[in-house]
């Protein structure tokens, strides 16, 4: 060692040493934990900043520090000032640290700071560890995950991977910016917290769960998953509902991780009402895909809280349903998958369960099951899958519900090179589809007016079960086959669009089309569900709607051709840039008939507008499609701000110039009528789209007499986002159309919105107005039979903002927690007990790391009287 004054050398106490040569002649007199002592910090000065040891040193020890003092006669090592010490991914840090070669511990004090692999980091007056910093104490104890949790603890003990905070404090709020000393949103104090990183699990031991610093809730044991675990078996947070139906019920989650890729959650809950209701939920995920299966099931202890078949499932023990959906990635191109719902009975959805979104709709109340292959290429698609439908209302006939096996449909498109083609070009598109269909029961549907049965006043049923000579006087009609039915169709097409001298765009196009179609009608089955003459409904009838055709193939082709011009206009200006468009279109067909299939399965729903009005064939589906000649022409204008805002605007026509209007022609739905394209002039279309700026849009589509321009199809979509205010608004009105179906004028608005008071805290509201009261004033009640009966003469005067669903919520969120209270009421119109609402309000509480609770309070149906009156 280098030389020293003899008066410093006698003076009692440790042998000071400062980095230089003599220090390296101290490494060998080191314990192994410290063999290796770097020292990178100057004698005087600032410390280096922290950073991680070179690789090489990964295990050992690395020191930097202002100074480091040995002292020979106690066996101790000290380091002062901006002490920093790495070892095996660990970074220790303080003013002081004190290494006992003794007894192999180390004592850090003075802004002690202890960070470990994985990011957290703990904060102490004083730290007590072995030379590995595995076992130890530690005084005053704050800790920062990696997750942004904190653990407090005035005293704490290390003993290798699970640490002991004595009167520990645990939360994952972070401190209040502008007050520190603030109490977080919410604490978990408990006498005794261990926190096994082994196992990866929290435990409480005396812990009580403090909002505000205020405790609210006891616990004398539990235990929850450490905040870096994404999945760990275990127990979740308990579940609570009440419906009048069931009861209270509580049900408590177990979530088994079975392996990484597939889990297990069971749900047992308990009803004071009814029978033990069991839950269970497999998740699997592979390679290629993933897929997921859902069972629950109930045995019944008090049928006589739900209603009467066949208004309910009064008459049903075992209850329950089966649940699953997935998808596989053959390859690159090609997927397969299912989505399959398989319920006990149709009302086990709407008794069992809070929320379903198959229930929310007062017009389609439907589960679903598909399975399917579908592959995509670069330019090519091909999608085949089967269907099965479950009706969940109580009108539905289950044997009319249809089976689609199978549904494909397949596109594929060319590029046609001019210089291998005598200069023709363009685009050949390749279209087909096949679609197989049976069902038990024919649909029929009564109209003009509408007709319900006389014993149950559920099931739709005409007095007459014939089509009318003059369909515009038809009172019955056929939507679906009790039989078995086969359609096929292609379609080959092409054009090429040209740019003429003076900035016109031609498009022409031409196209052949061949359908062939199997009708196999059943003429014996019917339904026992009797109409107001005491006849059941008949399979062979079916045979009035399609001129006594049965067991034959029906087939046709259909060239057609045509064109279509464009011509843009641009101009500039100080407001922005407009681009004015004037559009024509000729499209020639044969003049053959539109319905070669004698049926119409899935052309039934047909909606003119300005999104079809430039199509070949304005049919929905593939059963129905254009004849003869007819001239499409409108314009469209569009103006664009500097800002990126817009103004566009469309408005058109469509006129049957020669043959036969398809439109015109009735099917066994009676589609195309009533449509705005039955007449040789059709009505006008038109949109306008309005979108100044990136926080206000509204867009208005519309459908009008070309007389008086009399509206007869409005839709309005608005929204308005500008902080902290958020609105979105859709309208309808539409006229009504007897002649398929819709006896009165149909007009709603639903509005929905979210306004956030402050960073934290938030109002949701949503309503849909009936402003028709079609529900409403349709709904009228005879006293004597107590059946809902629609169709009959109107004498209720509901108001016109008629509510049909009201839903009100509030909440909290930030980084921790998430609280929100909702108010749901959806309109019902139940045949048995007439026009009510469902209630329900749902409570949901979020601590992060900690799990969600929720509980949910059906509040039962609200009779209304809205103007409804009852018929003697």
Same mark, same amino acid.
């Given at each position: ?41 100057? *004698? ?45 991914? +660990? ?6 640290? *004190? ?25 102490? #007056? ?26 407090? %603890? ?41 926190? &096994? ?38 127990? !979740? ?54 897929? =997921? ?28 349903? $089966? ?15 299912? &989505? ?5 009975? +149709?009302? /086990? ?23 399917? !292959? ?7 698609? /091909? ?5 099965? /439908? ?5 009108? &539905? ?5 249809? =089976? ?11 590029? *046609? ?134 067991? =034959? ?32 279109? *000729? ?6 008939? %539109? ?81 705005? !394209?039955?007449? +040789? ?8 789209? $309005? ?6 849009? $509204? ?70 107005? #009936? ?9 009228? =009640?005879?006293?004597?039979?107590? $059946? ?43 045949? %048995? ?35 409804? +009156?009852?018929?003697?």
């Amino acid at each position: 060692m280098e030389s020293r004054r003899r008066s410093r050398e006698s003076r009692p106490g440790p042998e000071r040493i400062r980095s230089g040569p003599a220090s390296s002649r101290l490494l060998s007199r080191l314990s192994p934990a410290l063999a290796v002592l770097l020292f990178a910090a100057p *004698v005087v000065g600032r410390a280096q900043p922290l950073a991680a040891p070179p690789p090489e040193s990964a295990q050992r020890m690395v020191v930097e520090a202002k100074e480091l003092a040995y002292d020979e006669r106690r066996n101790v090592v000290t380091a002062r000032g901006s002490v920093q010490i790495f070892y095996k991914g +660990r970074v220790l840090e303080a003013d002081r640290v *004190v290494y006992d070669r003794n007894t192999q511990r180390v004592f850090a004090e003075g802004h002690a700071k202890l960070t470990e692999k994985d990011g957290s980091i703990a904060y102490a #007056d004083r730290f007590d560890f072995t030379d590995d910093f595995k076992n130890g104490f530690i005084d005053s104890l704050q800790v920062e995950s990696a997750e942004s949790t904190h653990f407090t %603890s005035p005293r704490a003990e290390r003993a290798g991977e699970v640490t002991t905070f004595e009167q520990g404090a645990y939360t994952a709020c972070d401190a209040c910016q502008n007050d520190p000393s603030k109490p977080r949103l919410w604490t978990v104090h408990a006498k005794r917290i261990i926190h &096994d990183n082994d196992e990866k699990v929290i435990y409480y031991e005396d812990a009580s769960l403090e909002l505000f610093g205020t405790p609210i809730a006891y616990v004398p044991y539990f235990w929850s998953a450490d905040p870096s675990v994404k999945r760990k078996s275990g127990f !979740l947070n308990p579940q609570l509902t009440y419906r009048q139906q069931l009861g209270f019920g509580v049900g408590v989650p177990y979530y088994w991780a079975i392996a990484p890729n597939y889990d297990l959650t069971i749900t047992p809950t308990g009803f004071t009402r009814q029978g033990p209701f069991l839950a269970a939920e497999f998740r699997h995920r592979l390679e290629n895909g993933s897929y =997921v299966i859902r069972a629950e099931g109930t045995h019944v202890s008090d049928p006589s809280a739900f209603t009467i078949a066949p208004y309910g499932a009064r008459n049903e023990r075992w209850r329950g349903s $089966i649940y699953s959906n997935g998808e596989f990635a053959i390859n690159d191109y090609w997927r397969f998958g299912w &989505d399959a719902t398989v319920l006990s009975d +149709r009302y /086990f959805l709407q008794d069992y369960k809070q929320y379903n979104s198959f229930l929310q709709n007062y017009f389609f109340r439907e589960a679903s099951s598909t399975v399917y !292959l579908t592959g995509q290429g670069p330019r090519s698609y /091909f999608d085949l899958r089967g269907y099965y /439908f479950q009706g969940l209302s109580a009108s &539905d006939v289950q044997a009319q519900q249809p =089976v689609v096996h199978p549904l494909l449909d397949y596109n594929r498109s060319f590029a *046609v090179d001019p210089a291998k083609t005598f200069g023709i070009g363009g685009q050949i598109t390749l279209d087909a589809n096949f679609t197989s269909t049976s069902a038990s029961i024919a649909n029929y549907e009564s109209i003009q007016p509408r007709t319900l049965d006389s014993l149950y006043g559920l099931y739709n049923v005409c007095q007459l079960y014939s089509p009318s000579v003059d369909p515009y006087k038809s009172g019955c009609l056929l939507r679906g086959v009790g039989g078995d039915y086969q359609h096929a169709t292609a379609m080959a097409s092409w054009q090429r669009r040209f740019i003429d001298p003076i900035g016109g765009a031609w498009t022409p196009f031409a196209f052949t089309r061949v359908t062939g179609s199997y009708l196999n009608y059943d003429s014996t089955n019917s339904y026992a569900a009797y109409n107001s003459v005491g006849q059941p409904i008949p399979n062979s009838a079916q045979s009035l709607f399609v001129n006594g055709a049965d067991s =034959v193939f029906r087939g046709q082709a259909t060239p057609g051709g045509g064109v279509e011009w464009r011509y843009p206009i641009l101009a500039r200006s100080n407001l922005g840039d407009l681009v004015v468009e004037p559009i024509a279109q *000729v499209v020639a067909r044969p003049n053959q008939s %539109s319905i070669p299939s004698l049926v119409n399965m899935d052309a039934q729903s047909l909606v003119f507008d300005d999104s079809n009005l430039f199509e070949w064939s304005k049919y929905s589906g593939y059963d129905r499609f254009e004849t003869g000649t007819r001239i499409n022409y409108g314009g469209q204008g569009t103006l664009t701000f500097a800002n990126g805002g817009f103004i566009n605007a469309l408005v058109g026509q469509s006129r049957q110039l020669a043959g036969k209007n398809g439109y015109s022609t009735a099917d066994a739905a009676n589609v195309g009528l009533s449509s705005g !394209l039955d007449t +040789r002039t059709s009505d006008w279309v038109g949109r306008l789209a $309005i979108a100044p700026s990136s926080f206000f849009s $509204i867009v208005g589509k519309g459908r009008f007499d070309p007389d008086g321009l009399r509206g007869r199809r409005i839709d309005v979509i608005a929204s308005f986002k500008l902080d902290p205010l958020t609105v979105n608004l859709q309208y309808a009105n539409y006229a009504s159309q007897p002649v398929i179906g819709f006896d009165q004028r149909r007009q709603g608005m639903s509005v929905n919105g979210r306004y956030d008071i402050t960073k934290n805290y938030f109002l949701t509201g949503s309503a849909t107005f #009936d402003m028709s009261r079609y529900l409403y004033n349709s709904l009228t =009640v005879s006293p004597a039979t107590n $059946i809902t009966l629609t169709g009959s003469t109107i004498t209720g005067s509901a108001p016109l903002f008629s509510v049909a669903a009201l839903g009100l919520g509030g909440g909290y969120h930030d980084e921790c927690t998430t609280v929100s209270v909702n108010y749901s009421s959806v309109f019902q119109g139940n045949t %048995s007990t007439g026009l009510s609402r469902n209630q329900t309000i749902m409570v949901s509480l979020q601590l992060r790391t900690l799990g969600d609770a929720k509980f949910n309070y059906g509040l039962g149906s609200l009779q209304l009287n809205d103007g409804v +009156r009852t018929q003697p």
